[in-house]
C-alpha cells in the first residue's frame, strides 16, 4: 500500500484522533472551569465527525429515497443499499448533538454554582479554599 | 500536571493512530458498519413507514424507544438547571431605571421603584443603548427563522429536517430574540412556566403517542396500531405517527433550549440579564 492511499484512506481518523486528544489535554490539564467544559464539547465533536465519517460510502448519496415521495408506487426500481450512505450514526449522533447542548447548559450551571460559591473559577484556588475551610 | 497531560495525551494520541489501520477505510461500502442492519432498514423504510428520509423514519420508528428516553434526557437537563440555578426574583431588590426625557440612571432600592410609570424604563445593571440596526434586522429575522423552522420540522418526512433541528432553530430564534431586546421583553412573550409545561408537553407527546398505540394494539410504539384512529392503511399510519411524534421532539426541544437560556444568561434571578 502506498503512502498516497494510506493516507487518503486513513487521513479522516487522524484528524479526528488530533481533535480528541486536543480535547481531552484541555479536560486534563487545564486549571479554569470553563476552559475544562471547552474541552469536553471539543471531545464530544470530535466523536461525533468520527461517527458521521464511518457512515460515508464511496458513490453513495444521502440517505433519503429518491422519487420516494409518492409512498413508493412511483419506485418501480429495486433500492440498492449500496447507492445509499449508512443513516444509522447520523441517526445516532442527531440526537447526540441536542444531548449534548443539553448537559453543557448544565455543566455551565454548574460552572455558575462554583463561581457564586467561590468566587473563582480556577482549579487550584477553588481547591485551596477548600483546604481552608476543611 | 501539565507536563504529566502532555505525556498521557502524546501516549494516547500515538496508540489511537497506530491501530487506525485496523480501522476500514474512509468510505468503504464493505465497512462493518454499513453491512449488518443499515442495508434493511435503506431497503425497507419506503415499504414498511412510506417515510423515504431514512434518517427521520429510523430515528422516530425503528428505534424509536432511543428518541422518546433522549427527549426524557433533555427533560431532566433542563430541570437540572432550573434546580441548581433558580433563585425567586422577590430577593432582587436593587433595580434601574432610565428617565427617558433627560436621561439620567436612578438606583431604586427595596420597594420603592416607580410602579407603571411611562417617563420611567426599567435598564439592566450593565445596560448599553440598543443598537438600531441591530435591533431592527433581528425583529425582522425573527418571523423568517421560525417559518423555516415550521417547514423544517413539517418536511422532515421528504428532505433533512425533523423535530430536533426544527426544535432548535425555533429556540434560537426566540433567544436571538432576547438577545436582541432584552430578557424581560422576552420572558413577558414566553415564560419560564410556559417553557417548562411545554417540555413536558413535548415528552407527554410522544410517550402519550406510545401508549395510546398500547392501548389500541399490543405494542408500545408501534404506530400501525393507529390506523382507525387515523382513517388510513396501516403503512401510512405509521409515517403520520412519526409525524406526531416528531411534533411532540420539536416542542420539548424548543422549551429546554429557552429554559435553560433564560436560567444561564441571568445565573437563575430571569430578572436581568444578556
Known sequence: MDIVSLIAAKANYWTYVILLMVGLYAMVAKNNLVKKIVGMVIFQTAVILFYVSIGYKKGGTLPIIMHGHDHGHGVESVIKAADYINPLPHVLMLTAIVVGVATLGVALALAIKVYQEYGTLEEDEIRKQIELKG | ?274
Open chain 2, 1 to 274: 500536571m501539565k507536563i504529566l497531560g502532555t505525556i498521557t495525551i502524546l501516549l494516547c494520541g500515538g496508540l489511537l493512530i497506530f491501530f487506525t489501520s485496523d480501522f476500514p477505510d474512509f468510505g468503504d461500502p464493505k465497512s462493518p458498519a454499513s453491512i449488518h442492519l443499515s442495508p434493511y432498514f435503506i431497503e425497507h423504510t419506503l415499504e414498511d413507514t412510506a417515510v423515504p428520509n431514512i434518517v427521520t423514519s429510523v430515528l422516530a420508528d425503528y428505534r424509536s424507544y432511543d428518541t422518546m428516553f433522549e427527549t426524557t434526557v433533555i427533560l431532566t437537563a433542563g430541570l437540572a438547571c432550573f434546580l441548581l440555578l433558580r433563585i425567586p426574583t422577590k430577593e432582587v431588590t436593587r433595580r434601574y431605571y432610565l428617565h427617558e426625557p433627560t436621561g439620567v440612571t436612578l438606583r431604586f432600592d427595596g420597594d420603592r421603584y416607580p410602579k407603571g410609570s411611562n417617563v420611567f424604563k426599567r435598564i439592566d445593571s450593565n445596560w448599553v443603548p440598543y443598537d438600531i440596526i441591530i435591533n431592527f434586522t433581528c425583529r425582522l429575522l425573527i418571523h423568517f427563522i421560525q417559518i423555516f423552522a415550521l417547514y423544517v420540522v413539517a418536511h422532515g418526512h421528504y428532505s433533512p429536517g425533523g423535530g430536533f433541528q426544527g426544535g432548535v432553530v425555533i429556540g434560537a430564534s426566540i433567544i436571538l430574540f432576547a438577545i436582541s431586546s432584552n430578557l424581560r421583553a422576552s420572558i413577558k412573550r414566553l415564560g419560564e412556566k410556559a417553557a417548562a409545561i411545554f417540555t413536558a408537553t413535548g415528552v407527554f407527546i410522544y410517550a402519550g403517542t406510545g401508549a395510546l398505540c398500547m392501548v389500541i394494539g399490543e405494542h408500545f410504539l408501534n404506530y400501525s396500531f393507529l390506523a382507525p384512529l387515523l382513517g388510513t392503511d396501516r403503512i401510512m399510519a405509521r409515517s403520520h405517527g412519526i409525524f406526531i411524534v416528531e411534533i411532540g421532539v420539536a416542542v420539548a426541544v424548543m422549551a429546554v433550549m429557552i429554559w435553560i437560556y433564560y436560567n444561564l444568561s441571568s445565573a437563575g434571578k430571569q430578572d436581568e440579564g444578556l
